[in-house]
């Protein structure tokens, strides 16, 4: 048996992110897990959340927001590498863990207990774990996933490393990271923070050139008599990659600028929480919308380009005047 932390899930305390109450209690599974990964280091995840304050429209989704590798190794001396699967994966994710590195890998969430009475033993459904502990002969896997920390057995092992007896096998190798921990620092708040808002200034000088919102708009109004026509299947997925990822990442870039500098920047928080809240009442309406086979009401996205454009114009000013 291998792992990088002495933990097991029923003593693991989860951050404080996914107690309390949200608009969105889980974001995507790459930024989940690295919430849980960094704060069982010892590590506060809320300094490396400048990446939330400028998703786009990317034509067809919306940005799927992620930790950026450059900001976990300059706040924390965290170092990721691709880990390149040449062996069978179990072997691989193996190794690393034996080097006492953890190690982000795709999963299928059917063999992933914590997703039971969504996808687990339902739906193959990739996500993204990091594993912490791994024990070949007794088939035990403990990962972080989503909002905290979980572990498997028996045949969900078998299944999730697709070992020979398995009934899944993979036919393409997962994407695989291994994080490196030998440079690994733990800064004060003040030093977070000061270190945090120079990333911030950073990262604003890769927000949209136009307001996503107006482009979301246009292509939402065609999107909408196309979805009219498709399974409540389809509205789901077309929720999670539109409503659901700046929904949750402007909820976050929130809890990031109340984090970084309340007194500073409040107002510019209370513009995202205000979009985060809007976006997640639309989403039930357009539910709603699709079932009635009625068109909805595209004030809102109107309403919410509106408070994106002061929160950034905002944001801006104050950054760039320092």
């Given at each position: 048996?291998?792992?990088?932390?002495?933990?097991?899930?029923?003593s693991?305390q989860?951050?404080?992110?996914?107690?309390?109450?949200?608009?969105?209690?889980?974001?995507?599974?790459?930024?989940?897990?690295?919430?849980?990964?960094l704060?069982?280091?010892?590590?506060?995840?809320?300094?490396?959340?400048?990446?939330?304050?400028?998703?786009?429209?990317?034509?067809?989704?919306w940005?799927f927001f992620?930790?950026?590798?450059?900001?976990?190794?300059?706040?924390?001396?965290?170092?990721?590498?691709?880990?390149?699967?040449?062996?069978?994966?179990?072997?691989?994710?193996?190794?690393?863990?034996?080097?006492n590195?953890?190690?982000?890998?795709?999963?299928?969430?059917?063999?992933?207990?914590d997703?039971?009475?969504?996808?687990?033993?339902?739906?193959?459904?990739?996500?993204?774990?990091?594993?912490?502990?791994?024990?070949?002969?007794?088939?035990?896997?403990?990962?972080?996933?989503?909002?905290?920390?979980?572990?498997?057995?028996?045949?969900?092992?078998?299944e999730?490393?697709?070992?020979?007896?398995?009934n899944?096998?993979?036919?393409?190798?997962?994407?695989?990271?291994?994080?490196?921990?030998?440079?690994?620092?733990?800064?004060s708040?003040?030093?977070?923070?000061?270190?945090?808002?120079?990333?911030l200034?950073?990262?604003?000088?890769?927000?949209?050139?136009?307001?996503?919102?107006?482009?979301?708009?246009?292509?939402?109004?065609?999107?909408f008599?196309?979805?009219?026509?498709?399974?409540?299947?389809?509205?789901?997925?077309?929720?999670?990659?539109?409503?659901?990822?700046?929904?949750?990442?402007?909820e976050?870039?929130?809890n990031?600028?109340?984090?970084?500098?309340?007194?500073?920047?409040?107002?510019?928080?209370?513009?995202?929480?205000g979009?985060?809240?809007?976006?997640?009442?639309?989403?039930?309406?357009?539910?709603?919308?699709?079932?009635?086979?009625?068109?909805?009401?595209?004030?809102a996205?109107?309403?919410?380009?509106?408070?994106?454009l002061?929160?950034?114009?905002k944001?801006?000013?104050m950054?760039h005047?320092e």
């Open positions: 048996m291998h792992q990088v932390l002495d933990l097991t899930p029923e693991y989860r951050h404080t992110i996914h107690l309390q109450e949200r608009d969105w209690a889980e974001t995507n599974c790459y930024v989940d897990v690295w919430i849980e990964q704060h069982a280091l010892g590590l506060d995840p809320m300094a490396s959340m400048a990446f939330s304050v400028t998703p786009d429209f990317e034509g067809d989704q940005t992620k930790f950026q590798l450059n900001d976990l190794y300059d706040l924390y001396g965290l170092e990721v590498q691709e880990l390149v699967i040449w062996k069978t994966l179990l072997d691989n994710v193996e190794q690393q863990v034996k080097l590195r953890p190690v982000l890998v795709e999963l299928d969430s059917m063999f992933l207990p997703t039971a009475g969504t996808a687990y033993q339902r739906e193959h459904v990739k996500s993204t774990v990091s594993v912490n502990k791994i024990d070949r002969e007794n088939k035990i896997l403990g990962y972080f996933h989503a909002q905290g920390y979980y572990e498997l057995t028996g045949t969900d092992f078998i999730a490393f697709a070992l020979p007896e398995a899944n096998q993979l036919t393409l190798a997962p994407y695989v990271e291994f994080v490196k921990l030998d440079g690994i620092k733990k800064l708040k003040d030093s977070l923070r000061s270190k945090s808002e120079v990333i200034a950073r990262q604003l000088s890769q927000l949209p050139k136009a307001n996503p919102f107006e482009k979301f708009r246009h292509q939402f109004e065609r999107d008599a196309w979805l009219l026509e498709q399974p409540i299947e389809t509205f789901h997925e077309y929720a999670f990659v539109t409503f659901r990822q700046f929904g949750a990442c402007f976050l870039a929130a990031y600028l109340n984090w970084l500098a309340p007194e500073k920047y409040s107002t510019i928080a209370e513009q995202f929480s979009i985060s809240s809007a976006t997640k009442v639309y989403q039930f309406q357009l539910a709603r919308a699709l079932n009635r086979k009625k068109m909805v009401d595209l004030n996205i109107d309403n919410m380009a509106e408070m994106w002061k929160a950034i114009e944001l801006k000013k950054v005047s």
